[in-house]
């Protein structure tokens, strides 16, 4: 992932405007109430919509990009110049605001500590700017020197120097991105979850902006200065959230600042982590660029239909639910925490397992829908069908590791998941090794999936050790989502080559093959609901009273349907609940 990917991922918060009181008194400026936590579902669900607006957007950008450089000289250029201000960014601002930063200063304002709470904030991020100018100074001087031993080494002479030159102008996006993570950061820890769903947006935009009117005068350079201009629309977005939570800033240094010990004893197995994760990205591309033209971009084709679903569900609920843990562990409430959870895992379950199904199954026709176009020809659809296969079986594993680790940082434990990461890091970097000469580019995927559910597994099973085993009433809700995908899975396998069919380009206009699409996900989709109804899996009963209840006629109908069937299952607590 690049800075512009990572602007949109796992350290993403998605704050909530609250609303503005009139002060009374001194003290009540100084203190402001903060406003009540929405409920998880509502919480998630506005981080939801905004994860979906961002990922569309990043789609829309990288099709723009793709349609105006291909893969030219200078786009390679853009690409490898990225690679230093990302690791910048991963390493100092989201390493500090991310999860080493959230659970301390949550815990501070849970416990009434607002005073220490906002001088932590301040020293943490004076430091991390200082560290992160101080970086960007020294890879501005010595840019020359890491593009030709670390960045890209291999480039043509007339490439190396554009990489220079943009890789000294990208230096400025992490600085200000920098600034966006830890205001999202400090809001995530207050449960406010609505302002910041903009900065990515923002971000996104102006890099499309500057694709369209930038690039064709400036060329890559114009591609740049979106990206510096999308990064400070980033940060600047959420000032006025900032402004309004009561935030109070202070120019403190101070090293013996409440929290901060353990922010840093947090921080250190997070930036081991992120540099295993970076080591990874960088073998694993490196690996794909030995297996012929269009290993690289039909991977990240792959990766990129896979991570709209992921951020979308995973990305979402771990975001909203972080915070709320981080709190009751640290006011010693386990059951709460347990419950918690729970509560954040099974609509989790209930909404990746068809989002798998549906990515798997279609997956052809996904591609032919979205990409085949330009210079996007069938030979490239051939390419990217077969990873996004292994990406979408491993689409569970990949949503499980993510709210797990969220789990354990809320528990200040930052070595298991990254110890459990660095272990399937390596497992993965030899399995990608051993299978690559034979199996090519798919081979990336495969290890990757296989790997990450791995990971998955292993966070599981510590965590049931320490919260409790699974209930009989649990596994009893897995069975009934088990039936419900099992079904959706017939029709989807009926459908699937009947949708790959439709879909190809040239047989019929191509509004006609996006509906025929659009439908057949529709009653996939729909033949998932409608066994989950039938099945009383709470989840959807409980969405399905929220919305009849806003609708007078269909709550009269879901009365009626509800008053003559018998109640199969008695209702059940959340797994570790």
């Known amino acids: 992932?690049?800075?512009?990917?990572?602007?949109?991922?796992?350290?993403?918060?998605?704050?909530?405007?609250?609303?503005?009181?009139?002060?009374?008194?001194?003290?009540?400026?100084?203190?402001?109430?903060?406003?009540?936590?929405?409920?998880?579902?509502?919480?998630?669900?506005?981080?939801?919509?905004?994860?979906?607006?961002?990922?569309?957007?990043?789609?829309?950008?990288?099709?723009?990009?793709?349609?105006?450089?291909?893969?030219?000289?200078?786009?390679?250029?853009?690409?490898?110049?990225?690679?230093?201000?990302?690791?910048?960014?991963?390493?100092?601002?989201?390493?500090?605001?991310?999860?080493?930063?959230?659970?301390?200063?949550?815990?501070?304002?849970?416990?009434?500590?607002?005073?220490?709470?906002?001088?932590?904030?301040?020293?943490?991020?004076?430091?991390?700017?200082?560290?992160?100018?101080?970086?960007?100074?020294?890879?501005?001087?010595?840019?020359?020197?890491?593009?030709?031993?670390?960045?890209?080494?291999?480039?043509?002479?007339?490439?190396?120097?554009?990489?220079?030159?943009?890789?000294?102008?990208?230096?400025?996006?992490?600085?200000?991105?920098?600034?966006?993570?830890?205001?999202?950061?400090?809001?995530?820890?207050?449960?406010?979850?609505?302002?910041?769903?903009?900065?990515?947006?923002?971000?996104?935009?102006?890099?499309?902006?500057?694709?369209?009117?930038?690039?064709?005068?400036?060329?890559?350079?114009?591609?740049?200065?979106?990206?510096?201009?999308?990064?400070?629309?980033?940060?600047?977005?959420?000032?006025?959230?900032?402004?309004?939570?009561?935030?109070?800033?202070?120019?403190?240094?101070?090293?013996?600042?409440?929290?901060?010990?353990?922010?840093?004893?947090?921080?250190?197995?997070?930036?081991?982590?992120?540099?295993?994760?970076?080591?990874?990205?960088?073998?694993?591309?490196a690996l794909a660029s030995h297996t012929g033209e269009g290993g690289v971009s039909s991977l990240n084709y792959a990766l990129q239909l896979m991570m709209l679903p992921h951020g979308v569900i995973a990305l979402s609920i771990s975001t909203v639910v972080f915070p709320t843990m981080a709190r009751l562990f640290d006011q010693g409430n386990l059951p709460g925490f347990r419950t918690t959870f729970g509560r954040a895992l099974r609509p989790l379950l209930f909404l990746t397992l068809p989002a798998a199904v549906g990515l798997f199954a279609f997956r052809e026709a996904i591609v032919q829908s979205l990409f085949q176009f330009g210079a996007f020809s069938t030979q490239s659809t051939d390419l990217v069908v077969p990873p996004l296969a292994w990406f979408a079986l491993g689409l569970l594993g990949y949503a499980l590791a993510e709210v797990l680790t969220r789990a354990f940082y809320a528990m200040h434990d930052t070595k298991t998941p990254v110890f459990a990461a660095i272990g399937t890091i390596v497992l993965n970097i030899g399995l990608s090794a051993l299978l690559v000469d034979r199996f090519g580019h798919t081979a990336l995927a495969f290890s990757l999936s296989v790997t990450t559910a791995i990971e998955a597994s292993i966070l599981l099973l510590v965590l049931r050790y320490r919260l409790g085993t699974a209930s009989f009433s649990d596994l009893r809700w897995f069975a009934r989502v088990g039936v419900a995908t099992i079904a959706m899975s017939a029709v989807a396998w009926f459908m699937a080559p009947l949708l790959a069919a439709a879909t190809v380009p040239g047989i019929a206009p191509r509004w006609l093959q996006i509906g025929l699409f659009l439908f057949g996900l529709a009653v996939a989709g729909a033949s998932y609901l409608v066994a989950a109804y039938l099945l009383q899996i709470p989840e959807l009963r409980g969405a399905t009273v929220r919305l009849t209840a806003r609708i007078p006629i269909t709550r009269r109908i879901a009365s009626l349907i509800r008053s003559r069937r018998p109640t199969r299952w008695p209702t059940t607590s959340p797994p570790g609940g």
């Open 1 to 285: 992932m690049t800075v512009k990917d990572r602007a949109n991922s796992d350290q993403d918060a998605w704050p909530t405007w609250p609303t503005a009181g009139i002060p009374v008194s001194l003290e009540t400026w100084r203190r402001p109430t903060r406003k009540p936590s929405r409920s998880l579902v509502q919480s998630a669900s506005i981080v939801a919509v905004a994860f979906v607006a961002s990922r569309i957007l990043g789609l829309a950008r990288e099709v723009i990009l793709a349609r105006q450089f291909g893969t030219s000289g200078d786009y390679d250029a853009y690409v490898a110049a990225f690679r230093i201000p990302d690791l910048l960014f991963l390493i100092i601002m989201a390493g500090c605001f991310g999860s080493a930063f959230i659970p301390v200063f949550a815990g501070l304002l849970g416990r009434d500590r607002d005073d220490d709470a906002w001088k932590l904030a301040s020293v943490v991020l004076n430091l991390a700017a200082i560290t992160m100018v101080i970086a960007t100074i020294v890879c501005f001087i010595f840019a020359s020197q890491l593009v030709d031993t670390v960045v890209a080494p291999g480039l043509a002479p007339e490439t190396r120097e554009l990489t220079i030159r943009l890789l000294r102008l990208l230096l400025l996006s992490p600085v200000f991105l920098g600034l966006g993570i830890a205001a999202k950061g400090i809001l995530e820890g207050q449960d406010r979850f609505d302002l910041p769903a903009l900065a990515p947006l923002i971000y996104n935009l102006a890099i499309i902006l500057a694709a369209i009117f930038l690039a064709p005068r400036y060329g890559i350079y114009g591609v740049a200065i979106g990206v510096v201009i999308g990064a400070i629309g980033h940060a600047s977005i959420q000032l006025p959230g900032l402004i309004r939570s009561g935030m109070r800033y202070r120019p403190l240094l101070n090293l013996r600042t409440p929290g901060l010990s353990e922010v840093a004893r947090l921080l250190v197995p997070r930036l081991i982590g992120q540099a295993a994760f970076q080591i990874n990205v960088i073998v694993v591309y």
